[in-house]
């Protein structure tokens, strides 16, 4: 699918990503840019997504990603990463009108999209998944780059239950290309600026836990975040912490995006499928890691997810 014998005649492509691209997203993106221009030299080839966080700016030829997305072009082919249509965002229309339209992604909640599809939930992430779709030969140590840091972050460090034998197989391969990977994952993943690890703080101070401590829940308002100078991209990295706390069993972190509206996060240790209650509420994601946009109150978006963490629960 992502090799010239599969892309005969294909002369413009165009690679798009989820809303809110995280890490794996941003990585996949630029790991298959940096790949298919190697495949098929002679294709124009466009990177549409939002605006990435200022992190990944760490990765090379970041810019040629377009976040204005009016255009009427038509492309040969898109490949829509790490998502559905439905979270192309504003790419939506540009998929639909493509000739060919590829979705590659290893959500579990992604029955598949487009012309053609390979959805593969038992991948850490897509990075992962496009590497194993990759001829090997090819890849240079941008591509590695890419690959090894969307793996990375999918997988908290190779730390969560994604994390497979072939994962850390891979991620052995890649590394022998010799960049710096311990300096990608700390100004990546681990580095917060202040303000970042001040609104964590906040966020953390201001949780509350529920049925006997095994879940807890956090909150970031509008006026918190005007506050503190941060926007929704610093606020990576809260449920996490959240998740963390020990005798936790479910973690969720929302916070506002517009009048009564909030984007929801939701982590799990397992004993808890939070993909299975986002997808109720439209989104969707993993058993141990997922989020959907709520509409409503505050306490009322508690109410509803608590009554289905209680019902999977029991
Ligand atoms: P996060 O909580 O970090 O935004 O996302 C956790 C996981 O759920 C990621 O794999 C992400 O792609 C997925 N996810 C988050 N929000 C949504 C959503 O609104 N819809 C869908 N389909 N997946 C989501
Ligand atoms: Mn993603």
Not at 12 to 24: E, K, L, Y
Not at 198 to 212: E, N, W, Y
Request: hydrophobic residues 40%; contains cysteine.
């Amino acid at each position: 699918m992502i090799r010239s014998n599969d892309l005969a005649g294909v002369k413009s492509i165009a690679i798009g990503g989820h809303v809110r691209p995280d890490g794996d997203c941003v990585c996949s993106v630029m790991a298959l840019y940096h790949y298919l221009k190697k495949e098929i030299p002679e294709a124009q080839i466009d990177v549409y997504l939002e605006e990435p966080p200022v992190v990944f700016q760490i990765l090379e030829d970041i810019e040629v990603i377009k976040s204005e997305f009016n255009t009427d072009a038509c492309y040969d082919a898109f490949f829509a990463l790490d998502c559905n249509e439905e979270r192309l965002g504003d790419a939506q229309p540009i998929f639909a009108r493509a000739k060919r339209r590829i979705n590659i992604d290893h959500h579990i909640s992604n029955m598949g999209c487009g012309s053609e599809w390979v959805v593969e939930p038992e991948k850490s992430s897509t990075a992962e998944l496009l590497y194993e779709m990759m001829d090997h030969s090819l890849v240079d140590e941008e591509i590695a780059k890419a690959i090894y840091l969307g793996i990375a972050h999918d997988t908290g460090v190779f730390r969560f239950s994604n994390t497979s034998p072939r994962t850390m197989e891979i991620a052995a391969e890649l590394l022998k290309f010799g960049f710096d990977f311990s300096a990608l994952i700390e100004e990546t993943y681990y580095e917060k600026t202040y303000l970042q690890s001040q609104i964590m703080g906040r966020a953390i101070l201001g949780s509350v836990r529920f049925m006997d401590n095994r879940c807890i829940v956090s909150m970031v308002s509008r006026r918190m975040m005007e506050f503190y100078c941060v926007g929704p991209k610093d606020l990576d990295g809260i449920v996490n912490q959240l998740q963390g706390i020990k005798g936790v069993d479910c973690a969720i972190f929302m916070y506002e995006t517009g009048t009564l509206e909030y984007k929801v996060s939701m982590r799990s240790n397992g004993t808890v499928d939070v993909s299975k209650i986002a997808v109720k509420f439209g989104g969707g994601g993993h058993v141990r890691a997922a989020g959907c946009m709520m509409n409503g109150t505050y306490h009322d978006n508690i109410n509803n997810l608590s009554q289905e963490i209680a019902t999977q629960l029991k």
